[in-house]
């Protein structure tokens, strides 16, 4: 019996070893790529995406990882905006590591009307 309880504490002390959270590990992280798309005309859409965003990761033991900013890694992080769809401006997307609020970056979204691009064409 002692055996099989030696046993059981020894693969309950393994299975909460490997499962540690990587985010105690994470020394920094910062965005890598800005999204492909930042300029959205006025009320074409409801919504924006961060496709082509990407965040650097460094571990504590040096490795770093560049992830796409919809991967499984980016579970968490906190994204949050106060854009009006409906106002031309410059709007700001701010990312964040939500283990320890740390902020990750600022990405400036910019809402324009139709005829302010073919303005600035001219």
Do not use: H
Request: contains cysteine; negative net charge; aromatic residues 12%.
């Amino acid at each position: 019996m002692k055996k099989i309880m030696l046993i059981l504490l020894f693969l309950l002390l393994l299975t909460t070893i490997l499962s540690c959270d990587m985010g105690l590990e994470v020394v920094n992280i910062t965005l890598g790529d800005f999204p492909r798309n930042i300029v959205y005309y006025i009320n074409d859409s409801d919504y924006f995406t961060l496709y082509g965003t990407t965040f650097i990761t460094e571990i504590r033991d040096g490795r770093v990882f560049e992830d796409d900013i919809y991967s499984s890694s980016a579970r968490r992080l906190t994204i949050t905006n106060n854009i009006d769809f409906t106002t031309p401006g410059v709007y700001e997307v701010t990312i964040r590591w939500a283990l320890n609020d740390y902020l990750v970056g600022r990405i400036p979204i910019q809402i324009i009307e139709r005829d302010m691009e073919r303005r600035t064409e001219g």
